[in-house]
């Protein structure tokens, strides 16, 4: 009688992104497995920073779900606020609907608890939102602001959040009235 090897057992990895060469090819994991294509002049003029980290889902050594974070200093009032954006979230087509995309942000949850007072995380909610609510994310319920690639100012509702930490920045940021600008490009 044969034995089964077990499946293998999901594991995050965090990767601090050192390069825009580095991030360019971690991201053509997500261009295969988003499933449709972007535009490319909107991807150049609204996302076009390097982020800091990239979170990972191995199954063994495949990677079967990623996102990347960036990390800001973002000037609230008279404060900072530490934010991370959050962007590109993507998990392989043939391992959707088996947790490894909760198993991806809890990793990422866990890893800036301590880091920054705040998570914006960019996606459609109308289409996503009841996914990101199971695992902490609220739709901050008002746009968020950031500068596009020629200077212009931006606005996007694709925002969801989970505060980290109760900070007065954080608080200020997130009053309904409150102009939240989250710097160079979008997430």
């Given at each position: ?52 980290y ?6 063994g ?18 404060g ?22 909760s ?15 705040l ?19 609220t ?6 602001y ?42």
């Amino acid at each position: 009688m044969s034995q089964r090897n077990p499946p293998p057992t999901p594991r995050a990895v965090i990767t601090e992104i050192r390069s825009h060469a580095q991030f360019r090819r971690l991201n053509r994991f997500a261009h295969v497995h988003w499933g449709e294509t972007a535009d490319p002049t909107d991807l150049r003029l609204n996302f076009f920073d390097t982020p800091s980290y990239a979170v990972s889902v191995f199954l063994g050594a495949r990677r079967v779900s990623l996102l990347f974070v960036f990390i800001r200093n973002v000037s609230v009032g008279s404060g900072a606020l530490r934010l991370a954006g959050i962007g590109g979230v993507v998990t392989h087509r043939q391992h959707r609907h088996a947790g490894h995309a909760s198993r991806l942000l809890e990793a990422t949850h866990a890893f800036l608890r301590g880091r920054v007072d705040l998570i914006l995380l960019c996606t459609d909610v109308r289409r996503l939102g009841r996914f990101y609510g199971q695992v902490g994310y609220t739709a901050l319920g008002k746009p968020y602001y950031y500068t596009d690639a020629l200077g212009r100012e931006r606005a996007t509702w694709g925002g969801m959040i989970v505060q980290l930490r109760r900070t007065r920045p954080s608080a200020q940021a997130l009053k309904p009235g409150y102009r939240l600008h989250v710097g160079r490009s979008n997430f």
